[in-house]
């Protein structure tokens, strides 16, 4: 048995619907309580998944935005503390966005290190865990995968300018092409999650993908264009449905919503298992109730079960997402 949760960066529970999206919706599904970043009143993706895999609310895990901003960059962090000490707070968001805006620079890398570093203990510790993409929780530094390296080169596919007057703040050359791009993350996303779940080795998968978010930032003119990636979200999640074991649980977990373009101050869970959402009233919920779920020891690895010709099909099918650039 396995448990896999896809965590859907703003997935809106006044968005979707048990009939039009079954997939998002699963066998029970509620809006929950997020957190609100102290820097912007409001619910900040860079805060967020830290407190989901650790439970802590994010002055207790220290990944926190500085003035709406977060740099991973060894020398960006360093611009960030310098900018912290002695710039006014709006300087530093405008110089945050254009070093978002004009560097390759791809935001929420901080890696697993940094929990080590300062005894943060987290949802994967002690057990046998797959993450996939998960924000500020980074594997391997050194590796990308292809929604890093589109979110790395949207250029003018996605501006941020904080001195907006207006509340929107995102704009796009190119909603349409944006759009393309942001779904073409999410399946690949998708899709790596799925090839773990065949692969029948992990007690938990992890994945994370942002398209949703991404699209739902520069829709407000076009809110069609947020709802078309509802559904084809609802398509992907179906298809990894299919790969579930008849004892597997599927979860989905949102750190925020987002409406005209805009987060909003509410998260939703979703589960296969109507008893694992009852008990989730707020993201600071999620890694504790995963974690007793996980208690009982039925959730082990089963590579045993995989035959050769199994092991033959998951190596070339990872060998063909390497030759497309999607690994």
Known sequence: MTVVVLGIDALDPDLVDSVDHPNLTLDAHRPIETVLSSATDEASTHELWPTIITGLHPDKHGLQLES?????????????????????????????????????????????????????????????AKTIGVPNYVVNPDLNDREHELRGNLG????????????????????????????????IRIARTRRAIRRQEYELIFGYTSGLDLVGHIAYENPALQMRAYEEIDEFVGELRKDLGSEDELVLISDHGLQDGVHTNEAMVASTDSEIVEQIDSVLDFRRVIEDEMADGTHRPQSDALDIEDSIESDEVQQQLKDLGYM
Request: net charge negative; aromatic share 10%.
């Open 156 to 187: 003018d596919l996605f501006q941020h300018d904080p001195t907006e007057e207006t509340k929107h703040k995102h704009s796009s050359s190119n909603p349409q092409e944006f759009y393309h791009l942001c779904l073409e993350m999410s399946m």
């Open 68 to 128: 709406g901003i977060s740099w991973e960059n060894p020398i960006i962090d360093f611009g960030s503390t310098v900018a912290t000490t002695v710039l006014p707070k709006t300087v530093r968001s405008i110089l945050g966005a254009w070093l978002l805006n004009n560097t390759d620079e791809v935001p929420f890398r901080t890696p697993v290190s940094y929990y080590t570093k300062n005894d943060l203990s987290t949802l994967f510790d002690n057990i046998t």
